[in-house]
T-cell receptor, first 117, second 114 residues
Framework: NAGVTQTPKFRILKIGQSMTLQCAQD?????MYWYRQDPGMGLKLIYY???????DKGEVPNGYNVSRSTTEDFPLRLELAAPSQTSVYFC????????????????FGEGSRLTVL | GQQLNQSPQSMFIQEGEDVSMNCTSS?????WLWYKQDPGEGPVLLIA?????ELTSNGRLTAQFGITRKDSFLNISASIPSDVGIYFC??????????????FGQGTILTVHP
């Protein structure tokens, strides 16, 4: 069982370039998330999705876009990359236990390490 | 936004020692979770707590959900070298529309000397 798969694992971008980080999960989870991790800052939520066709902003959405056309896939788009977007990006998924609260147990991918020069 | 304060930021201990770390929040959570991140990997769930006052163990790990719902602690007993990594606390919002979103603490970097 692959779980949450992220590609690419590493990428170097020039300022102003665009790219898409791919995320796929095979656990049939409704909820998917994108977090970024900066040293000493923990993980900050960028965007999340509660199902195909439904996305919403998290705490730090500026400079990013997402789409959710299928249950399995949740790509993160960076437009006009800036040095401030140098970070490690984590995709995660979870399944709601009932109601809208979720179980709290997020399953994470291995991360995508992005450097913008 | 919500703030989670996790302490200490880092710990350097000898193998066999016990470790304690904690998180405090400015607001209430209805779920507290503790994750561990190994170098180059994503965070992995260690313990989840769902009720105020709950004390849960997982092997050498023990975690508690504070009675005020604004804090949690994690203890590791008899540390071993493979305990090295970054430990994160995370809280899930109270309320029915949280959609599973987690707020993370800043992390505790644990180093264990053999």
């Amino acid at each position: 069982n692959a779980g949450v798969t992220q590609t690419p694992k590493f990428r170097i971008l020039k300022i102003g370039q665009s790219m898409t980080l791919q995320c796929a999960q095979d656990m049939n989870h409704n909820y998917m998330y994108w977090y970024r991790q900066d040293p000493g800052m923990g993980l900050k939520l960028i965007y999340y999705s509660v199902g195909a066709g439904i996305t919403d902003k998290g705490e730090v959405p500026n400079g990013y876009n997402v789409s959710r056309s299928t249950t399995e896939d949740f790509p993160l788009r960076l437009e006009l990359a800036a040095p401030s977007q140098t970070s490690v990006y984590f995709c995660a998924s979870s399944y709601p236990a009932g109601g809208l609260g979720g179980t709290g147990e997020l399953f994470f991918g291995e991360g995508s390490r992005l450097t913008v020069l | 936004g919500q703030q989670l304060n996790q302490s200490p930021q880092s710990m350097f201990i000898q193998e066999g020692e016990d470790v304690s770390m904690n998180c405090t929040s400015s607001s209430i959570f209805n779920t507290w979770l503790w994750y561990k991140q190994d170098p180059g990997e994503g965070p992995v769930l260690l313990i989840a707590l769902y009720k105020a006052g709950e004390l849960t163990s997982n092997g050498r790990l023990t975690a508690q959900f504070g009675i005020t719902r604004k804090d949690s602690f994690l203890n590791i007993s008899a540390s071993i070298p493979s305990d090295v990594g970054i430990y994160f606390c995370a809280g899930q919002d109270a309320g029915g529309t949280s959609y599973g979103k987690l707020t993370f603490g800043q992390g505790t970097i644990l180093t264990v000397h053999p």
